[in-house]
C-alpha cells in the first residue's frame, strides 16, 4: 500500500539561464496486452500527426524541441560509443536515430506502445541513408509485458538502453516499475548503461507547494501542469498530473517519478546511479565546452548565436532531468 512519501533526491535546483528570444514565437511485430491507460498513451500517441521537418521549424516549441534534442544527443555522446548495440524503450517515431547514427552504433532495436509510431519509425530508419547498423522494431508495452516475450535476453543484449520522455508512464504502479526495471536489467549487459530523461518530481512539487491557494495547476503559455491530489499526498506510484505541451499532448496524464524510489528500484536490479542533472544545469555544464556549444549552432538551438528559445519555452525545459544508471559488472 502507498503511503504519502518525502522527495528527498534532491537536485540543486540554480536556474541557469540561456538567454531567451521575447516570448510567443516539433518488419514490426506487435505485441500489446494494454491495460486501458497505456491504450489510452498508445491511442494518444498513434494519433498524433507526423510533423515533417518544416512543420517542426514553426511551432510555439520548435525551441523546446530543439533543446531537448540537443539534450539528448548530449547525452547519447556521453554514453554510447562507436559499436555499441542499443535498446531505445519508448522510440517513438524514431526521432533519435539520426543521433544513433552519428555515435555509430552497430545495433538497434526500438521498442514502442504505440503502433502507428513503430511503423513510421520502421519508415524513417528504411529512408536513412548509409546506415551503418541494423534496425529491428517492435510494438510492446515495455512497462506491464515482459520483454522476454518478444526477445529473449540470449537474444539481445545492450551495452546503452534509453527511455527518452516515457519513463513517467511507467510510475503509474509498482508492478508497471518493477517491470519495467526488469526488462532494463534482464536485456542490459555488465556494465552497460540506462539512460533516460524524466520530469523532475521534485521540481514538480516544490512548484505546487509554491500555490499558495491551494489550486493544483501551474504552467505557462507553452506548458501546463494539473495535478489530481494536494501536495500532502504525493507516493511513491501512482501520483497521477495532467501535462499539457503546447501542440505536443494535451491533458495527458503522467505519473511522477518519485526519484529515491527509482535508485532504489535499479539498486534492486543490479544498476547505480552515475549521473543525474536537471536540463538547466547540464545546459550550463556544456557552456564551456567547445563541441556542445558547437553543436547547439548545428542543431539550430541557438541561429546566429541568438538563442531560438523563450522565457516560457526555457521554464518548460527546467521541468525535465537526465539520468544514467549503470548495470554493475
Ligand atoms: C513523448 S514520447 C517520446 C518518444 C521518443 N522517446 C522521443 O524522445 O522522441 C513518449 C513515448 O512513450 C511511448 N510509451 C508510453 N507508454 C509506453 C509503454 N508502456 N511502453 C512502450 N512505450 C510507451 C509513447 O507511445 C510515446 O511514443
Known amino acids: 500500500m502507498d503511503h504519502a512519501v518525502p522527495l528527498s533526491h534532491d537536485q540543486d535546483n540554480q536556474q541557469n539561464d540561456l538567454p531567451h528570444k521575447a516570448a510567443g514565437g516539433d518488419s514490426v511485430r506487435e505485441n ?17 500527426r507526423q510533423l515533417g521537418v518544416q512543420g517542426r521549424m514553426h511551432t510555439k516549441i520548435t525551441g523546446l524541441r530543439l533543446f531537448n534534442n540537443w539534450i539528448k544527443s548530449i547525452m547519447i555522446r556521453k554514453f554510447a560509443y562507436t559499436g555499441c548495440r ?42 536513412m541513408r548509409n546506415t551503418q547498423f541494423s534496425a529491428h522494431f517492435f510494438a510492446q508495452d515495455c512497462y506491464a509485458d515482459p520483454l522476454e516475450n518478444t ?82 499526498r504525493i507516493k511513491r506510484f501512482g501520483t497521477a498530473y ?9 491533458d495527458c496524464t503522467e505519473y511522477l517519478v518519485h526519484m529515491p524510489t527509482f535508485i532504489e528500484l535499479a539498486k534492486e536490479h543490479g544498476l547505480e546511479l552515475e549521473y543525474c542533472r536537471d536540463f538547466h544545469n547540464l545546459f550550463a555544464d556544456h557552456t564551456n565546452d567547445h563541441s556542445s556549444v558547437e553543436l547547439l549552432r548545428r542543431m539550430r538551438v541557438v541561429d546566429n548565436d541568438r538563442p531560438e528559445i523563450s522565457a516560457d519555452e526555457w521554464e518548460a525545459v527546467g521541468i525535465y532531468l537526465a539520468v544514467a544508471f549503470r548495470k554493475k559488472s
Open 32 to 48: 500489446n496486452n494494454n491495460s486501458s491507460s497505456a491504450a489510452q498513451v498508445a491511442e494518444h500517441y498513434n494519433q498524433r
Open 151 to 232: 526477445m529473449r535476453p540470449s537474444d539481445y543484449q545492450a551495452d546503452v538502453i534509453s527511455a527518452q520522455f516515457c519513463l513517467h508512464y511507467a510510475f503509474e504502479t509498482e508492478k508497471k516499475a518493477r517491470q519495467m526495471m526488469h526488462n532494463v536489467s534482464s536485456h542490459l549487459a555488465d556494465g552497460g548503461v540506462f539512460i533516460c530523461t524524466i520530469p523532475n518530481a521534485n521540481w514538480l512539487v516544490k512548484r505546487l507547494k509554491a500555490n499558495h491557494d491551494g489550486t493544483r495547476s501551474f504552467g505557462n503559455t507553452v506548458y501546463c501542469v494539473d495535478f489530481a491530489e494536494d501536495a500532502s
Open 86 to 127: 542499443v535498446l531505445d524503450l519508448g522510440c517513438g517515431k524514431g526521432g533519435d536515430l539520426r543521433k544513433w547514427a552519428i555515435a555509430g552504433i552497430s545495433e538497434y532495436i526500438g521498442m514502442d506502445i504505440a503502433q502507428t509510431s513503430v511503423l513510421q519509425a520502421q519508415k524513417r530508419f528504411e529512408e
Open 242 to 250: 495532467a501535462f499539457t505541451l503546447d501542440e505536443a499532448v494535451e
